[in-house]
Nanobody
């Protein structure tokens, strides 16, 4: 079955860095877009970043552009989010998500359980 397992969250000070990882299994990783999505306390889901199946195309939310870097290693079935210059407003539960695509339409069909990122000021 499809599994997405995030890791790497933690508590860091403002200005610090964290690297999140998502281990994927149960499907052909190299054929799917992947997203990172976060949810801050008492707020809705916020899309953070996307990466295409080959890893050659990436997109970022305005709030993280220039600070976060998404990457993937299809051979290792791993998705990564490198987060630098972290701010208290980056505090959230971070999820990786599998994203099928068809005729240019993308949607999320599987989520991981999330990893908590907490940034202290």
């Amino acid at each position: 079955q499809v599994q997405l397992v995030e890791s790497g969250g933690g508590l860091v000070r403002s200005g610090g860095s964290l690297t999140l990882s998502c281990a994927a299994s149960g499907f052909t990783v190299s054929t799917y877009w992947m997203y990172w999505v976060r949810q801050a306390p008492e707020k809705g889901l916020e899309w953070v970043s996307s990466i295409n199946p080959s890893g050659g195309t990436t997109y970022y939310a305005k709030s993280v552009k220039g600070r976060f870097t998404i990457s993937r290693d299809n051979a290792k079935r791993t998705l990564t989010l490198q987060m630098n210059s972290l701010k208290p407003e980056d505090t959230a539960l971070y999820y990786c998500a599998r994203v099928p695509s068809y005729n240019g339409v993308l949607w999320v069909d599987y989520w991981g359980q999330g990893t908590q990122v907490t940034i202290s000021s």
